[in-house]
């Protein structure tokens, strides 16, 4: 039997089909946040790792950002830029650490300041009309207000770099914006990608537009066209891709955009683990085959989930069983597709999102680790696969945004994150059919009338969990023992802090009589107020 041709062309990359500004990353906390801010401004913006050697770059870039950093350029183990980015022949710019490394590399004058810097400033423009034009072009449309900034070093330039000119200071920091006479090299010694610097962004755009000259091309529109033809010249005329979709808003866009690239030769699988929430599969099933026309096929294992299930307590057996199982029912289901006669199925997709790229690149120093993602690994080797993933150079915002271009129905645009093993870690204790009923139907109340109430889209993720104690209560003049239903309500940005939702007390009073009526087994309801951290946004 002859064998089908890899295609031929190599897929461009976003980097070059959209200008870019590469980010290099020294370590901040607000590294992402730069990239973000680009993005927000139509900008495509990639970033990697300050080590990066610019002659391996795969692109060329508009203009570099260096980063901020918690290291001191003049430590002995500091990281330093690779020079060439200096030859690069496009603008600089240098944010804090990225400033300062700007000024080790012009004269090395870089030294602790006798006062550290937390919080903000206010940041008085320097103009310099006439002398050379273009050092004023960071500032501009700024000069004319004093600028509100936020800054955090304790490091400082201890003399302005030879070919420099003072752009900006502060009571404090003399050298607060510097620019060099000639080359388009900019420093900054406040952070404008944090929302503390309030027209911050104002002056990532000056940089990328004016000074790059970066076009704002980067819609989701321009995505869609470019991402569905680099999908047909990966995959190629024949081949096929599987794919495990969830509901989840990742899952169900990647799903909807391998559709419109390869109809019906991506095949997605649905695998019912028993622990989804009320009426979830059927939903879920709908939506993609006749809402969004994906080939889709569900397998109900929900047997094979809850016998394994029977009598585990602990929240980490719990995860591994579902995780495991998942894994074997997919690749079975796979299986039997990739098997057909004449099937060429080559890929497996991956919803994996760019905030997940950047963990794993991110630079944190010397003793740096690289983190692999997700279980996927053994599952490409067994079945020889190889991994497709289309929104991995998309942030969460991006990717809704995709998803709505794309028709998927605002509901599922929107959905709160939900744990792969589902409702399971949300029952404390075993999981048993009767248990997973008083858990489902007491989440839809909660999550009903949240939706009823317009707070959907103001809570990050809501749901209900299952205390199996009981306490006891009064019901229709009968003494019962029941068990607790725990509601949690949470906002957050990045859900690595969060705060539990405010609601009012009548919200709450709805809810909690219409669980105790409706859902036999409880006559408690309990709201949670704890904070994350020391909280976790589940409870197992
Ligand atoms: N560590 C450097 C300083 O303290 C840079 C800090 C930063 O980039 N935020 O000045």
New binding site residues.
């Given amino acids: 039997e002859q064998e089908i041709k890899k295609p031929a062309m190599e897929t461009e990359m976003i980097s070059q089909l959209f200008d870019t500004v590469l980010v290099l990353d020294?370590g901040?906390q607000y590294t992402h946040l730069i990239t973000r801010r680009l993005r927000e401004l139509n900008i495509y913006s990639e970033m990697l790792p300050c080590t990066q050697k610019i002659a391996d770059l795969s692109f060329k870039p508009k203009g570099v950002i260096l980063?901020?950093?918690?290291?001191?350029?003049y430590a002995p183990d500091a990281p330093h830029v690779d020079p060439a980015v200096f030859d690069l022949g496009v603008p600089i710019l240098g944010?804090?650490?990225?400033l300062?490394e700007i000024a080790w590399n012009n004269g090395k004058d870089v030294s602790a300041?006798e006062r550290?810097e937390y919080g903000h400033s206010v940041v008085r423009v320097t103009k310099h009309t006439g002398l050379a034009a273009h050092v004023d072009r960071l500032f501009e449309g700024l000069s004319h207000e004093e600028m509100v900034a936020w800054m955090?070093?304790?490091?400082?330039l201890s003399k302005l770099p030879e070919g420099f000119l003072v752009i900006a200071e502060t009571d404090n920091a003399p050298f607060a914006g510097i620019a060099h006479k000639e080359k388009e090299l900019y420093g900054i010694q406040f952070?404008p990608e944090v929302t503390h610097t309030p027209k911050g962004t104002h002056l990532i755009k000056n940089f990328a537009v004016n000074i790059c000259g970066c076009k704002q091309e980067w819609t989701m529109d321009r995505f869609v066209e470019t991402e569905i033809e680099r999908i047909r010249a990966l995959v190629g005329p024949t081949s096929e891709v599987i794919g495990a979709v969830s509901g989840g808003v990742d899952s169900t866009v990647a799903a909807k955009l391998m559709h419109e690239a390869i109809g019906d030769r991506f095949h997605a699988i649905l695998v019912d683990n028993g622990v989804m929430r009320l009426n979830e599969c059927q939903i879920v099933k709908e939506t993609l085959t006749k809402g969004l026309g994906v080939n889709l096929d569900v397998v109900d294992a929900s047997e094979e989930f809850l016998t394994k299930l029977k009598g585990v307590e602990d929240p980490e057996k719990k995860r591994k069983i579902i995780g495991n199982t998942f894994i074997e029912v997919f690749q079975r289901e796979a299986a039997k597709i990739t098997s057909r006669s004449g099937a060429h199925v080559e890929f497996l997709l991956q919803g994996t999102l760019y905030p997940d790229v950047i963990e794993s690149i991110s630079f944190k120093g010397p003793s740096q680790t690289i983190k692999t993602h997700h279980n996927v690994g053994g599952l490409l080797e067994n079945m020889h696969l190889k991994l497709i993933e289309p929104l991995r150079e998309l942030f969460k915002d991006e990717v809704r945004e995709l998803g709505t271009n794309l028709g998927i129905p605002e509901d599922l645009v929107w959905r709160h994150p939900f744990p792969g093993p589902g409702i399971a870690i949300r029952i404390l204790g075993e999981v048993t059919p009767e248990q997973i009923d008083i858990a489902r139907k007491a989440d839809n109340i909660f999550i009903e009338e949240i939706k009823a109430a317009g707070l959907y889209r103001k809570i990050s993720q809501a749901f209900a969990a299952l205390l199996p104690v009981r306490a006891v209560g009064v019901m229709g003049d009968q003494r019962v023992y029941d068990q607790i239903v725990a509601l949690r309500a949470v906002e957050t940005t990045d859900y690595m802090t969060a705060d539990w939702f405010d609601f009012d007390g009548k919200f709450l009073r709805r809810v909690a009589t219409r669980i105790v009526n409706e859902v036999p087994g409880v006559c408690r309801v309990v709201y949670d107020v704890t904070q994350k951290p020391p909280g976790t946004i589940e409870f197992q």
């Fill in positions: 020294f901040s980063s901020g950093g918690p290291y001191s350029v944010v804090c650490y990225g300062q300041g550290r955090s070093h304790g490091d400082k952070h």
